[in-house]
Each structure stands twice: as C-alpha cells, then as structure tokens.
C-alpha cells in the first residue's frame, strides 16, 4: 500500500516543523512538501499532486478556503483537511464550501489529526468533537421545538446518550469513560448517529449549511 503523500501548508515555520515531525514518524504518512502561503500551495499542489493538504484557515495572501477552492478546481482528486486555531463554525462550512473534507482545531490531539488523515484519505468526512458538537446541539435544539422528532424517537436510548455527549463537546475518549464502554464502541454510535442525521458526507454538510444560512450558493 503507498504512503499517503501530505502537503503542509501554514504561515508559521515552527507549526510547519511540528507537524513534519509528527508526520514523519507515522507508518504510511509521507510529507512531501510544505507552503507557508496559499498562492505557493496551490502552485506546490500542481507540481505535487499529494494525496492531502493539510490547510491553514488564515494565511498572508490568499486565504485557505480560495487555496482549497483553486486546489479542488484544478485537482478534484486531492482532498483538503483544515487544520486551524479557527473553531467558529461558520469557518468549518466556508472550507467545506471550498471543498475541504475536514476540520482539525490546532488544540486537537495528534491522535485526532492522525485519524482524519486517514479517514479524510478515504474520501470521507472527518468531524472533530467541536464541530460535530456544534452540529448536534443545533440538532437537538430543532429536536426540542418538534422539528426532528422522528429521527430522533429512532435513535435508541444508548445512542441519544452519546449524542448529548457529542453535543457536550466531548471526545470519544471521554465518552467511553463516562458510559464504562469501549472507545471502538463509541466509534460505532457516533458513526451510526451522524448517518442517521444525514451528516455523514460533504453534501449532507453543505445542505445542512446553505439551510442555516452559514453558505450561499453564490459562493459556488
């Protein structure tokens, strides 16, 4: 199996250093170049062609969302994964708007950043406990007015208790501890959860947004 092939781009050497020496030491994980702006990583993404961007939100010229927008135009097959001090979420959804498949706060976990590299990899949505807490406690407010009373009466009683959890913010970790059950057990609820809240892809993402006028469709 090849290594995933990362393209790193953010303005601050010393993010970029860390990162490359995390990365680095990981099976299967190859860092094939870096960009402190985003003019030089979509010309870098041209001449590379990685299998992933690890993108800045904020950079000296051209932002992250029109970087991933020009990268996406150019090179649809080269997912972009956020990586930003930024936790907003109307941040998440410009990018998702962009084309980016993901979302890591810098105060994440290398475990979390290890994992959307791979599940980002394989052309899916990785969403970080913030996000989807921000996600869900939208969820549950329409929830309480009546406005998703079905989905949510077909969710079983464990799963409704993972989800408040999600909401909480809470990582998978945390979650396994407080419910006494396996990390891969939290894993499945949460997955099972954010399918059954059509959450579970870009488009779903990207619906869910234009809906709460987080994204215009003349963005496109």
Do not use: C, W
């Given at each position: 199996?090849?290594?995933?092939?990362?393209?790193?781009?953010?303005?601050?050497?010393?993010?970029?250093?860390?990162?490359?020496?995390?990365?680095?030491?990981?099976?299967?994980?190859?860092?094939?170049?870096?960009?402190?702006?985003?003019?030089?990583?979509?010309?870098?993404?041209?001449?590379?062609?990685?299998?992933?961007?690890?993108?800045?939100?904020?950079?000296?010229?051209?932002?992250?969302?029109?970087?991933?927008?020009?990268?996406?135009?150019?090179?649809?097959?080269?997912?972009?994964?956020?990586?930003?001090?930024?936790?907003?979420?109307?941040?998440?959804?410009?990018?998702?708007?962009?084309?980016?498949?993901?979302?890591?706060?810098?105060?994440?976990?290398?475990?979390?950043?290890?994992?959307?590299?791979?599940?980002?990899?394989?052309?899916?949505?990785?969403?970080?406990?913030?996000?989807?807490?921000?996600?869900?406690?939208?969820?549950?407010?329409?929830?309480?007015?009546?406005?998703?009373?079905?989905?949510?009466?077909?969710?079983?009683?464990?799963?409704?208790?993972?989800?408040?959890?999600?909401?909480?913010?809470?990582?998978?970790?945390?979650?396994?501890?407080?419910?006494?059950?396996?990390?891969?057990?939290?894993?499945?609820?949460?997955?099972?959860?954010?399918?059954?809240?059509?959450?579970?892809?870009?488009?779903?993402l990207v619906k869910y947004a234009l809906r709460k006028g987080l994204?215009?469709?003349?963005?496109?």
């Amino acid at each position: 199996m090849n290594a995933i092939k990362l393209l790193l781009v953010d303005d601050q050497e010393i993010v970029r250093a860390g990162l490359r020496s995390l990365l680095e030491r990981q099976a299967g994980l190859e860092v094939a170049g870096e960009a402190s702006r985003g003019d030089e990583a979509v010309t870098l993404a041209m001449e590379l062609k990685p299998d992933i961007v690890l993108m800045d939100v904020t950079l000296p010229d051209i932002n992250g969302a029109e970087a991933t927008r020009r990268i996406k135009a150019a090179l649809p097959e080269v997912q972009v994964l956020a990586l930003t001090i930024h936790e907003d979420e109307a941040y998440f959804f410009e990018m998702l708007n962009a084309g980016a498949s993901g979302y890591v706060p810098k105060r994440a976990s290398p475990n979390d950043l290890l994992a959307a590299i791979h599940i980002v990899a394989q052309g899916e949505v990785f969403l970080h406990p913030v996000v989807a807490g921000a996600l869900v406690q939208d969820y549950l407010r329409r929830v309480r007015s009546g406005g998703e009373s079905d989905s949510y009466d077909e969710l079983t009683p464990r799963q409704r208790e993972v989800l408040t959890m999600i909401a909480e913010g809470l990582s998978n970790q945390d979650i396994a501890t407080r419910l006494e059950i396996s990390v891969r057990t939290v894993e499945r609820h949460r997955e099972n959860i954010i399918k059954q809240l059509n959450l579970h892809s870009r488009a779903d993402l990207v619906k869910y947004a234009l809906r709460k006028g987080l994204i215009h469709l003349e963005d496109e």
